[in-house]
């Protein structure tokens, strides 16, 4: 891996850049190890119980999802639907939506809750933007989701890969309608701006959990700095950029605590709410406190849409990029747009 001062830059980054601060180093572990089996939680749930019947889906097999598979795999891409485990990918690959994960498998950072692993990465492909955008192409995607692992070793956090992931996208395949679920950049202005100036159909930061949980499931980032990347992408965006952010329960949070934390997020103008429960990928995962029924996943969108948010998902299968198509297709209307229409 290169050290911050070396590091390689993904495309459309410039060689004047200052060098990474010092403080962009993370600990990091392996897959093995991603920094939440330690946590106590009272009356946590054993990793081998028997999940509640609403947690079950039949496994993915369909001709579109065999199809998608086959192809991802021999363009040696990453999709997040793989890496997270997502329960969805069936449902969601067969709908003509694929979420894909750019500059590698390996994150700097090392969240309690993620199954990607973390340690410190070595992948750089200048050409994996116009890899992506060709695969989307090819499997004639309606609705691409394009995110990465954090890239804390880059100068540009992986900005510039980004950005060419959306201008090969829009080339390639004008018709695809793309949304970036994007790491937070730390905070910096000069990153998102250079990916939101892209102009993408929606622009998600998830902040994943209630801030008073950061401690022990989001090392290394902030709450409230998360929170005003939202802000400045709406912004930045000048009303053409739809903005998004989601959350996961199951980790001891309160239900006033999340419509609380759904209010932060409406005063820093996101427009689509996602929420869906925990899972526990592995026993050094962060353990799920409880199950939360789809009752209170029911109180949770209603609460949230009367917050004012134009889109709103909330069930215990809901991932942030499930039925992201719609979700985006949802807020443009209330815009008085169609997705991928120019605001006026």
């Known amino acids: 891996m290169a050290t911050p001062e070396t590091a390689p830059t993904g495309p459309g980054t410039s060689s004047r850049q200052s060098a990474a601060p010092a403080d962009r180093v993370h600990v990091t572990?392996?897959?093995?190890?991603?920094?939440?089996?330690?946590?106590?939680?009272?009356?946590?749930?054993p990793f081998r119980s028997r999940k509640p019947s609403w947690l079950k889906v039949p496994p993915p097999g369909g001709p579109?999802?065999?199809r998608l598979k086959a192809t991802?795999?021999?363009?040696?891409?990453?999709?997040?639907?793989?890496?997270?485990?997502?329960?969805?990918?069936?449902?969601?690959?067969?709908?003509?939506?694929?979420?894909?994960?750019?500059?590698?498998?390996?994150?700097?950072?090392?969240?309690?809750?993620?199954?990607?692993?973390?340690?410190?990465?070595?992948?750089?492909?200048?050409?994996?933007?116009?890899?992506?955008?060709?695969?989307?192409?090819?499997?004639?995607?309606?609705?691409?989701?394009?995110?990465?692992?954090?890239?804390?070793?880059?100068?540009?956090?992986?900005?510039?890969?980004?950005?060419g992931v959306v201008r090969s996208i829009r080339r390639l395949a004008p018709g695809c309608t793309v949304e970036l679920l994007t790491p937070d950049f730390r905070g910096q202005e000069m990153p998102l701006a250079r990916v939101v100036a892209e102009k993408p159909d929606v622009f998600n930061h998830n902040v994943e959990t209630v801030p008073r949980l950061y401690p022990?499931?989001?090392?290394?980032?902030?709450?409230?700095?998360?929170a005003r990347v939202l802000r400045m992408a709406r912004e930045m965006g000048e009303g053409e950029v739809i903005t998004k952010s989601g959350l996961m329960v199951g980790l001891g949070e309160q239900f006033d605590e999340l419509v609380e934390t759904f209010g932060v997020l409406r005063e820093h103008g996101v427009q689509i709410l996602t929420v869906g429960q925990y899972l526990r990928p592995t026993e050094n995962?962060?353990?799920?406190?409880?199950?939360?029924?789809?009752d209170e996943f029911r109180a949770l969108e209603k609460a949230a849409r009367e917050l004012g948010f134009e889109s709103v998902a909330a069930g215990p299968l809901v991932r942030s990029s499930y039925h992201a198509d719609q979700s985006a297709r949802e807020a443009a209307e209330g815009r008085g747009r169609a997705p991928g229409q120019d605001a006026a």
């Not at 572990?29 to 749930?45: F, K, M, Q, T």
């Not at 750089?124 to 804390?152: C, F, I, M, Y």
Request: include cysteine; hydrophobic fraction near 30%.
């Open 29 to 45: 572990r392996s897959r093995a190890n991603p920094g939440g089996g330690d946590v106590e939680v009272d009356d946590a749930i």
């Open 64 to 66: 579109t999802y065999r």
């Open 72 to 163: 991802i795999g021999d363009e040696g891409l990453n999709t997040v639907c793989e890496e997270a485990n997502c329960p969805n990918i069936g449902e969601c690959w067969e709908r003509g939506t694929a979420t894909f994960m750019i500059l590698g498998d390996v994150c700097t950072r090392r969240c309690g809750f993620c199954n990607v692993q973390t340690g410190k990465p070595t992948f750089n492909d200048p050409l994996e933007p116009l890899r992506v955008a060709n695969q989307v192409k090819q499997l004639g995607l309606r609705h691409a989701v394009v995110t990465s692992v954090d890239r804390d070793d880059l100068p540009d956090y992986g900005a510039g890969a980004f950005v």
């Open 216 to 226: 022990k499931a989001r090392r290394g980032s902030k709450f409230m700095r998360s």
């Open 285 to 294: 995962h962060l353990p799920v406190a409880r199950y939360w029924h789809p």
